[in-house]
T-cell receptor
Framework: QKEVEQNSGPLSVPEGAIASLNCTYS??????FFWYRQYSGKSPELIMS????GDKEDGRFTAQLNKASQYVSLLIRDSQPSDSATYLC???????????????FGKGTLLTVNP | SQTIHQWPATLVQPVGSPLSLECTVE??????LYWYRQAAGRGLQLLFY??????ISSEVPQNLSASRPQDRQFILSSKKLLLSDSGFYLC????????????FGPGTRLTVL
């Protein structure tokens, strides 16, 4: 059973600070890694994708991947109240013995940015 | 650009009643399509996925079924709803690349009473 673990939070940071969200996964064969943002009552929105070890930056967001440690993180710089949401980590890989690709999601971390 | 539609947006149904949720994708051909359910405290659970017309794979045994009658149409059904079927139902699509970025529709919030 593939697992993706996230701290449920809530994580509370002041406006302008750096928010750090973490995720660990169990399947060493995982090949792709995603962060989704989900506002209350809305559907998840893809905000970052990362496929190789290291950092990937997109605006205020930085995703970090360490496959040896089976760890992926999301940093949000200059956090804004509009960043307050649940952040879902998703890990992709092929189903055991099959050819179909699947995403496994963590339960999400609730981030609150205080003005 | 690609868009994904789901309807209805909200639904309240009695236990034992049938269910039909529809999802359509525009702006892409031969997408992979997915149905997820998000229940409180349980995260996103993959229910069904489809790589083409008439091709459905089930992830979790349950009283739900899915069909894909057209390339960009995905339907989730039930003959008799249970209380435990309540949740937020999300349809997602991806293009058949190895990276499998998935994009979600707006969702249907189902309450079974």
């Amino acid at each position: 059973q593939k697992e993706v673990e996230q701290n449920s939070g809530p994580l509370s940071v002041p406006e302008g600070a750096i928010a750090s969200l973490n995720c660990t996964y169990s399947d060493r064969g995982s090949q792709s890694f995603f962060w989704y943002r989900q506002y209350s009552g809305k559907s998840p929105e893809l905000i970052m994708s990362i496929y190789s070890n290291g950092d990937k930056e997109d605006g205020r967001f930085t995703a970090q991947l360490n496959k040896a440690s089976q760890y992926v993180s999301l940093l949000i710089r200059d956090s804004q109240p509009s960043d307050s949401a649940t952040y879902l980590c998703a890990v992709g890989g092929y189903l055991s013995g099959g050819s179909n690709y699947k995403l496994t999601f963590g339960k999400g971390t609730l981030l609150t940015v205080n003005p | 650009s690609q868009t994904i539609h789901q309807w209805p947006a909200t639904l309240v149904q009695p236990v034992g009643s049938p269910l039909s949720l529809e999802c359509t994708v525009e702006g892409t051909s031969n997408p992979n399509l997915y149905w997820y359910r998000q229940a409180a405290g349980r995260g996103l659970q993959l229910l069904f996925y489809s790589v083409g017309i008439g091709q459905i794979s089930s992830e979790v045994p349950q009283n739900l079924s899915a069909s894909r009658p057209q390339d960009r149409q995905f339907i989730l059904s039930s003959k008799k709803l249970l209380l435990s079927d309540s949740g937020f139902y999300l349809c997602a699509w991806s293009v058949g690349t190895e990276y499998n970025e998935q994009f979600f529709g707006p969702g249907t919030r189902l309450t079974v009473l």
